[in-house]
């Protein structure tokens, strides 16, 4: 899209480049940024951020092209183009609007409460011998996601596959018309993303309106209010219903038989009924299945009935990061290869690596059926590798290594996986994207790279760590700023990764324990202010050589700062004064403020960076009256303190549940802790769980009623009963209160309670009433469906003692992006 069409769609630019610019990419994410003078920068606004903060910068990086709803007048001095418009969202869905009228090719549109990108990928696995195919990446299926997903249409495409999700009323009459299917499917109906709506019926009504235009739609019967709405609102579509065995449904599915692994059903459509289909699916719940059928039937009624359902795959929607070998990064991306998704794994990686690696090596397979020429896709590869620095790339397959000449960087190429594998590559001390189509096998390199797996491990999710950062920060204004509390090596959840992550979405400051643990991540290249909460004197010296700052709490240790200070010199550094307020356990009282007051206006050598306090019970609605009267004593403490220095400082005082139910009070600043991690105040939190605990089943036996479990035989069977021994205890933070039954594990997503005593490194779970289960099956000791909130609830112990407990001691931590 040119400047000019640009122009007709959002009126003529506030600021006018010099010369017209061609549109290639739409930027919503600064740190995104990859070609600046094609790139369309739109400063969103939302709850947790401002892209306007960024364009000056943009500006100066050689972006052309911004979209603003505010403008600054410093920004006349680029010669760029600059639209000013009411709401720069609604100017990115106008731009993608006017980019998909262009195209008149078929497009599927997925929507429902679950399943949407499996569906879509698993469509896409089937379809893709047969067309030129673009899809959404990822779950870009957001207010914004759709229209940078629909932004990618170009003319060599067959098929167009697209999601779309909302969170609440008036949300898809915006992005229906973007994606305009001419074949839905409606995948199910749950209550993901119900709080948005009045009623289930409220939520199905909006979604269906994606549909509004579409020739046919596939759905499943099964949710039995979807066929009614459906018809009252979609009366120019033709509607195709399935369900198992039931001959009102369009199309019929009987399951003829499952093993462990497998499922063999038959689909027979009754608008032809002689037309009978046998498909064999790899996997067995009932979720998949679902899933799976609506994918076969999409495909069976635009065409294509020979379809390989045997090369389905559980669809890895998260990037996985992993420890390898020798000191390496890996970031594991090996399922699909296209543009778009190189693109989002090159900006984790460049994220990840930053100050941490300087060599970058990127493991990539052909790109198969894009629709672009060899030459221009590799030139496209290449551009993006080296805008995002990496220094070696190493490709895999016939085709990309006759376009070597293309890459400056160093290079190697091998016809296979198991070429590259045989020259048995050592890698140290970098970060390794490995990035490529199923069928080159590439999971083989990361099995080949990656530090050897426990059998116990733990999954820390930082998309979801994100999502509650993000969550937290829609209850401030966005001028606050925020802390993130990353003591205790972040909860146990890897200080360092938690870092990276947090500093790479603009979290003001974090807070530790100890100096040691801040020069540990300074070590590492982390920029971020770092406040110290317990500092000792014996650390002064770390203090200062890592530019970290302390909590003052006490006279002995504001002299004892001050004097190491002067010492060496410095002026004006920067301190953290703590009041008490009622926590009683470190901190200046309010009788202390005139001794204080006198102290820190006759010294240059500190200077108060913030003053903070301590709730004790912000998460007690029956604390309510005593967290208020904190409140007020620290706002008094900190008005007398703020009259009488020279120079303005930060205000800090609410904590996680404290920004949740006091948000008015949210000051300057905020500190995020526990929230941070995956404990909400309450069951109904949108707060995301961020760790899963696994391991494995290592022997089951059959035991008769009367035997006991365990050391000192607490565990007496009461039953004939299946016993599974597996291989965690208290060496790995395993609280000991989970035994004798007041705990309990999932295995295949039933519970299994452990019996006797916890054990050192190998406990017993109750494993009897679990159908088909065996050797080897995993076990989630706390996930998302066993939340830690609830197990602590259970073993009246605490979600800390839990999560903190088992992160610093369990073998291994492996991360997901």
């Given amino acids: 899209m040119t400047t000019t069409e640009l122009s007709n769609i959002l009126g003529n630019p506030r600021n006018k480049a010099c010369e017209e610019c061609a549109i290639d990419y739409l930027l919503t994410d600064s740190r995104s940024l990859t070609y600046p003078a094609s790139s369309l920068f739109f400063a969103l606004v939302s709850q947790t951020g401002d892209g306007h903060k960024y364009v000056s910068e943009l500006l100066q990086q050689g972006v052309k092209n911004v979209v603003v709803s505010s403008y600054n007048p410093d920004w006349q001095q680029f010669d760029a183009n600059i639209w000013v418009v009411e709401n ?136 039995a209010e979807v066929e009614p709405m459906a018809k009252q609102l979609l009366p120019h579509t033709t509607l195709v219903s399935w369900d198992y065995d039931d001959p009102s449904a369009c199309i019929n599915v009987h399951i003829e038989a499952q093993t462990t692994t497998h499922t063999k059903l038959w689909i027979q459509h009754r608008i032809a009924a002689s037309d009978t289909l046998c498909y064999t699916l790899p996997f067995t719940d009932a979720a998949s299945i679902e899933n799976a059928i609506h994918a076969i039937i999409c495909c069976n009624i635009i065409g294509h009935k020979d379809i390989d359902t045997g090369a389905l795959e559980p669809v890895n929607m998260r990037l996985s990061l992993k420890q390898g070998l020798n000191n390496c990064l890996l970031i594991d991306d090996a399922y699909t290869a296209d543009l778009s998704g190189l693109q989002v794994a090159l900006h984790v990686m460049g994220a990840q690596a930053e100050h941490k690696f300087t060599q970058r090596t990127v493991i990539l397979s052909d790109m198969l059926q894009t629709g672009m020429s060899h030459q221009d896709l590799y030139c496209a590869v290449s551009s993006l590798l080296q805008a995002k620095n990496v220094t070696q790339l190493i490709g895999i397959g016939k085709t990309i290594g006759s376009y070597g000449h293309l890459f400056p960087m160093q290079t190697q190429f091998y016809a296979s996986t198991q070429a590259f594998l045989a020259t048995h590559p050592v890698f140290q001390n970098q970060a390794i994207l490995i990035k490529g189509a199923r069928c080159y096998q590439l999971e083989q390199i990361t099995d080949y790279l990656e530090q050897k797996r426990h059998e116990t491990v733990m999954e820390i999710n930082l998309n979801a760590l994100v999502h509650n950062y993000k969550h937290l920060r829609s209850f401030l204004q966005p001028a606050t700023k925020t802390v993130a509390m990353i003591k ?310 605490i979600p800390y003692e839990i999560l903190t407990g088992v992160s610093l001691r369990v073998k291994r931590i492996y991360y997901q992006e």
Avoid at 93 to 121: D, Y
Avoid at 510 to 519: K, M, P, R, W, Y
Avoid at 561 to 574: A, N, R
């Fill in 88 to 223: 720069p969202l609604s100017a990115l869905q106008q731009v993608a609007k006017a980019h998909r009228v262009q195209f008149t090719l078929p497009v599927i549109g997925i929507t429902g409460s679950n399943g949407k990108t499996i569906v879509k990928e698993w469509l896409y696995t089937l379809l893709q011998p047969f067309y030129q195919i673009v899809r959404s990446p990822k779950s870009y299926n957001s207010q914004i996601g759709v229209p940078l997903s629909v932004w990618q249409i170009r003319k060599e495409h067959q098929l167009g596959i697209f999601e779309a999700g909302i969170s609440t009323t008036g949300e898809m009459q915006h992005i229906a018309p973007l994606i305009s299917p001419t074949i839905g499917i409606f995948t199910n109906l749950g209550s993901a993303h119900q709080e948005g709506f009045a009623s289930a019926q409220e939520k199905l009504q909006e979604k269906l309106q994606l549909f509004t235009n579409a020739q046919l739609l596939i759905y499943s019967k099964q949710y």
């Fill in 488 to 797: 205790a090596n972040a909860y146990g959840c890897g200080a360092l990764a938690i870092a990276q992550t947090l500093q790479h979405y603009h979290c003001d400051y974090f807070g530790v324990a100890v100096a040691d643990e801040g020069a540990e991540l300074r070590k590492a290249g982390i920029k971020t202010p770092i406040m110290v909460m317990n500092p000792e004197p014996s650390s002064f010296n770390l203090l200062l050589q890592y530019h970290l700052e302390p909590e003052i709490y006490s006279f002995a240790v504001l002299h004892r700062f001050i004097e190491y200070v002067d010492k060496e010199g410095l002026t004006h550094y920067p301190i953290h004064i703590k009041f008490d307020t009622g926590m009683h356990r470190l901190g200046f009282e309010q009788s202390d403020l005139p001794q204080l007051i006198q102290l820190l206006q006759t010294t240059n050598v500190v200077q108060v960076a913030s003053a903070f306090s301590h709730l004790a019970a912000s998460e007690d609605p029956a604390m309510d009256a005593f967290t208020l009267q904190q409140i007020e004593l620290f706002k008094a403490c900190t008005d007398a303190l703020g009259a009488a220095l020279p120079y303005s400082f930060l205000r800090h005082i609410l904590n996680t549940s404290g920004i949740q139910r006091f948000a008015q009070y949210q000051f300057e600043m905020v500190r995020m802790g526990i929230g941070l991690y995956g404990v909400g105040i309450d069951t109904l939190s949108p707060i995301e769980n961020i760790a899963t605990l696994k391991t494995v089943i290592l022997q089951i036996k059959e035991l008769k009623k009367g035997e006991t479990i365990g050391y000192n035989r607490k565990g007496i069977l009461t039953r004939d009963s299946k016993v599974a021994a597996i291989p965690i205890g208290y060496a790995d933070g395993l609280d000991r209160a989970f035994g004798r039954g007041n705990g309990y594990a999932l295995v295949r997503g039933q519970r299994a309670p452990f019996l006797g005593n916890i054990c050192m490194d190998v406990c017993m779970i109750d494993v009897t009433d679990i159908p088909d289960v065996s050797e080897n099956d995993p076990v989630v000791i706390f996930g998302n469906d066993l939340t830690i909130s609830e197990l602590a609830q259970k073993t009246n112990t």
